[in-house]
T-cell receptor, first 113, second 118 residues
Framework: NAGVTQTPKFRVLKTGQSMTLLCAQD?????MYWYRQDPGMGLRLIHY???????AKGEVPDGYNVSRLKKQNFLLGLESAAPSQTSVYFC????????????FGSGTQLSVL | AQKITQTQPGMFVQEKEAVTLDCTYD???????LFWYKQPSSGEMIFLIY??????QNATEGRYSLNFQKARKSANLVISASQLGDSAMYFC???????????????FGRGTQLTVWP
């Protein structure tokens, strides 16, 4: 019962470095999401996808790119990391866009120095 | 404007007592869903309860119930008989079902930190 798996769990970057966070789900879900969580701010949507090959911007998309080449994977990229991107990143998926709950990954703690 | 507002940054309740966590939302979509998630100190996000805008009755799941007042646009979470393990951050969230450009998005509030004391 893997559900939603995020890798890596922790990462430290220097300003300007790039990295990719990988999210994989094994539930054949159509919708996938990337959120960031900062103290006192709740979860804010970065990008999301409504199906393979499609992506859309969320509330805070600047500085991030995403790709969904395969239905089960949703990648979040940081091309040039900034200290403001220090955060906990959560991936989530859901079967559809109505009453289906989101299944969350365990999160990635990213620090940008 | 914020879609979800949680006005209580922190709440305290004694074990075995009931507690209500407030949530108000903002939408013009006639069809939407409201969710509550729990995040313990371990960081995982745990789904608690769901309420659809057309549901006639308030949702209940064990010790959790959702006090849904549609006219007031509020969806408060009620936890009965609090336990020490209920200490966690609680998030209210909303998804609009018919708005084309935002379909699929789940908006979260800033959360309420609940502390249960013995």
């Amino acid at each position: 019962n893997a559900g939603v798996t995020q890798t890596p769990k922790f990462r430290v970057l220097k300003t300007g470095q790039s990295m990719t966070l990988l999210c994989a789900q094994d539930m054949n879900h159509e919708y996938m999401y990337w959120y960031r969580q900062d103290p006192g701010m709740g979860l804010r949507l970065i990008h999301y996808s409504v199906g393979e090959g499609t992506t859309a911007k969320g509330e805070v998309p600047d500085g991030y790119n995403v790709s969904r080449l395969k239905k089960q994977n949703f990648l979040l990229g940081l091309e040039s990391a900034a200290p403001s991107q220090t955060s906990v990143y959560f991936c989530a998926s859901s079967r559809d866009a109505t009453n289906e709950k989101l299944f969350f990954g365990s999160g990635t703690q990213l620090s940008v120095l | 404007a914020q879609k979800i507002t949680q006005t209580q940054p922190g709440m305290f309740v004694q074990e075995k007592e009931a507690v209500t966590l407030d949530c108000t939302y903002d939408t013009s979509d006639p069809s939407y869903g409201l969710f509550w998630y729990k995040q313990p100190s371990s960081g995982e996000m745990i789904f608690l309860i769901y309420q659809g805008s057309y549901d006639q009755q308030n949702a209940t799941e064990g010790r959790y119930s959702l006090n849904f007042q549609k006219a007031r646009k509020s969806a408060n979470l009620v936890i009965s008989a609090s336990q020490l393990g209920d200490s966690a951050m609680y998030f209210c969230a909303m998804r609009e079902h018919t708005r084309g450009s935002t379909l699929g998005r789940l908006y979260f509030g800033r959360g309420t930190q609940l502390t249960v004391w013995p």
